[in-house]
């Protein structure tokens, strides 16, 4: 079974049967507990659709570009593109790598979600306002639309053990069989489950009980919550569209393993409201930019 098939199959796993999405007016001690018991929330309206538009923009060129290939593996430039120099699958980018002159993609968005709401639903998930950003774990995504099989992972597996949750941001609008999106299997099982060689959970498990599946839609601003242990997938419909995405991975600063932190931001309170208060980066990692252009974000803000 593919994508196409499950959401022709079962619909409603496409609607919110779990209660999930939140908005503003919801208190973040409600959304924080949610994400505990079931291991994802959809945080509606999130960040302003507005500066995604740019950075859509800026990401397109840069996947266009020759500098996008600098510094990826030959198998990276394999998948990315095919025998016939047609893109395949799309690309994984650090955050600071994305760029246009002195414009980062990742660098609005991350500013744009520190100054947001939904800060305050971080800040309650971690039982702290001293959070590091761990911007070693962070991924710039551009992925193309590809028919794909049922699978999922969990990012205590394939990405850090320790990092608690991944905010996920979308820069377009994502509607089931027309781009790539992102699915989940509810609730969190609190656990590592039993994967394949290549670290898949595999489609029995996905499939084993479609009441438990969920593939929303997201408007542009939506963001998902999901937490290590929650399986999850990339959909695929074949539609060969383009989705660009930020997967920002943040944990409460005290209990951050030193390994982690190269390079990270920290954001801590000041007057009240959430702020960059220190960063830390290795001479080599090519990052400094990146931190300008951070703090250019939060100035403008």
């Known amino acids: 079974m593919n994508f196409n098939d499950l959401v022709e199959s079962h619909p409603e796993i496409m609607r919110d049967r779990h209660a999930l999405s939140f908005s503003q007016q919801r208190r973040p001690a409600d959304i924080a507990g949610a994400f505990s ?7 509606k309206n999130a960040v302003s659709p507005e500066p995604l538009e740019t950075c859509t923009e800026v990401f397109q060129r840069f996947v266009d570009s020759p500098e996008a290939a600098l510094g990826m593996a ?11 120099g047609e893109r395949d699958s799309g690309s ?4 600071w790598a994305v760029r246009d002159g002195d414009y980062f993609p990742a660098a609005v968005i991350m500013s744009a979600v520190i100054r947001s709401w939904i800060w305050d639903v971080v800040e309650e998930i971690c039982r ?53 999106g992102l699915g989940f299997v509810v609730p969190d099982p609190g656990r590592l489950l039993p994967t394949l060689p290549h670290n ?3 489609a029995d498990h996905v499939l084993r009980d479609p009441a438990r599946l969920w593939i929303p839609p997201y408007a542009a601003g939506d963001v998902t919550i999901h937490s290590r242990f929650s399986p999850h997938f990339t959909t695929g419909y074949g539609t060969l569209s383009d989705r660009f995405s930020l997967e920002i991975r943040a944990m409460p600063r005290k209990v951050a393993p030193q390994n982690y932190l190269d390079p990270a931001i920290y954001v801590s309170r000041r007057n009240g409201i959430p702020t960059i208060v220190e960063a830390r980066s290795s001479t080599g990692i090519g990052v400094q930019e990146f931190l300008a252009a951070l703090d250019r974000s939060a100035i403008a803000a």
């Open 37 to 43: 018991r079931l291991g994802v929330v959809m945080l």
């Open 74 to 84: 030959p198998s990276e430039r394999r998948r990315r593109r095919g025998a016939s």
């Open 92 to 95: 994984w980018h650090s955050p």
């Open 128 to 180: 702290s306002s001293h959070i590091v950003i761990l911007l070693k774990w962070c991924t710039a995504r551009y992925a193309i639309d590809r028919p794909l099989g049922i699978g999922a992972h969990q990012d205590a597996k394939v990405v850090a053990t320790a990092v608690p949750f991944s905010i996920w941001i979308p820069f377009q609008k994502i509607v089931p069989r027309v781009n790539a």
């Open 200 to 202: 898949d959970i595999g």
